[in-house]
């Protein structure tokens, strides 16, 4: 048989448009997941996705109920008519999925930046083409790497592959818990045309809040469906509960997202603007991060009796900016009016 290569993929054979699939960041309790999967149900949800075992960040966080929850799925299926989704990051779970009948296996960022795991998901599967894989980006911004986790999942011969977009990881404090560069889903959109590619606004926006509006940018731009946490009593979610909505704020998300016919699939002003706003977000992010340093030192030239203005150190930071600046090729006359601007504006905080 030959492997299928990712500039090949088909769409997912799923008619929804856009694709919805929604559910509870973790399966908690056989009674949760039943009442989050029937109201979604009763809005129109066709696919339920839940986590049954949970990759944490820290050791000691609610790591999913495991194996029980596979019963409660099954539950769903049998109870609601929905498919079902979760994730899987071993061997063990692909096997334990199989045997269940669950009709949706996603891997998770962390792991589709490991190729070991990948290769042994991968291997695990083979022979069972009647699942559908969607592969998460991974947690770094590795094209490549998305790449070469989803030609895994291929070349066992799986042939309904699909991939979510659910941001990348960086440090410090942004708007967004995961940062979208929405540059690499359109490359990936441009390397593999006919795959089918998700926004998972939940993971990306980190906030109940920004759900909305990243569920309509994300169908702006092109993309084929949603992937949206959704828990009953979201505040009292044992993972995610930041950013988990109710189901009777999907239904009014979804009523009120606009689908844009003619839209051309990789909008490259659209996305180009993107990158600005991206861009404008680190900036001011950034800026208040200096500005909250610079206080602090004032606070300690206070109580040291420094002055606030020490010539010699500015004429030290602007050479040296100058410099950085004309070896990332930038004028240096906008340099410098960048920098006296802001040195301006430390001063006067330090004046405060
Ligand atoms: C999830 O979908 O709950 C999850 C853990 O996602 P990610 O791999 O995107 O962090
Ligand atoms: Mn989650």
């Known amino acids: 048989m030959g492997t299928i290569s990712i500039q ?16 509870p960041c973790s399966a908690e309790t056989e ?7 029937k109201a979604l149900s009763a809005g129109g949800v066709k696919l339920f996705r839940t986590g049954i075992w949970k990759p944490r960040t820290m050791p000691g966080s609610f790591d999913g109920v495991g194996d029980p929850g596979l019963e409660w799925l099954k539950r769903v299926k049998r109870e609601t008519g929905m498919f079902t989704a979760t994730e899987v990051a071993t061997v063990d779970h ?40 969607l592969v998460k980006n991974p947690v770094n911004p590795d094209l490549d790497l998305w790449i070469g986790a ?6 066992a011969g799986i042939s309904r592959v699909g991939a979510v977009h659910r941001g990348f990881s960086s440090a410090g404090e942004h708007l967004y818990r995961n940062d979208p560069q929405w540059h690499i889903p359109f490359d990936l959109r441009r390397l593999a045309p006919g795959m089918t590619i998700l926004c ?25 469906g949603l992937m949206i946490e959704v828990h ?36 490259e002003l659209a996305l180009l603007r993107q990158q600005i706003d991206d861009c404008d977000h680190e900036l001011l992010a950034v800026l208040a991060r200096r500005m909250s340093v610079s206080r602090e030192i004032g606070e300690f030239k206070k109580a040291n009796n420094l002055r606030v203005m020490q010539p010699q150190r500015y004429q030290n ?6 410099a950085e600046g004309e070896r990332l090729s930038l004028d240096s006359d ?11 504006e430390s001063v006067r905080q330090q004046l405060d």
Do not use: Y
Request: aromatic share 2%.
């Open 232 to 267: 009953c009593d979201p505040d009292h979610a044992m993972s995610d509960s930041t950013q988990q909505i109710t189901p009777d704020e999907l239904k009014t998300i979804l009523d009120r997202l606009v689908i844009r016919s003619g839209v051309p699939v990789e909008d």
């Open 200 to 224: 998972d606004p939940s993971h990306i926006g980190g906030k109940r809040e920004l759900v909305h509006p990243l569920s309509q940018q994300a169908l702006d731009m092109g993309f084929d």
């Open 8 to 23: 090949d993929i088909r769409p997912l054979n799923i008619a929804d448009s856009p694709i919805i699939i929604a559910g």
């Open 31 to 37: 009674q949760q997941t039943l009442d989050a999967a």
């Open 334 to 344: 906008f340099v410098r009016r960048i920098m006296q601007a802001i040195h301006e």
């Open 150 to 155: 989803i030609q895994r999942i291929l070349n």
């Open 317 to 322: 930071v602007l050479k040296n900016r100058l």
């Open 94 to 133: 692909v096997n334990a999925a199989l045997a269940a009948g669950i009709d949706i296996m996603w891997v998770g960022a962390r792991t589709t930046a490991n190729p070991f795991a990948m290769q042994d998901i991968a291997d695990a599967l083979r022979g069972h083409d009647e699942v559908t894989v």
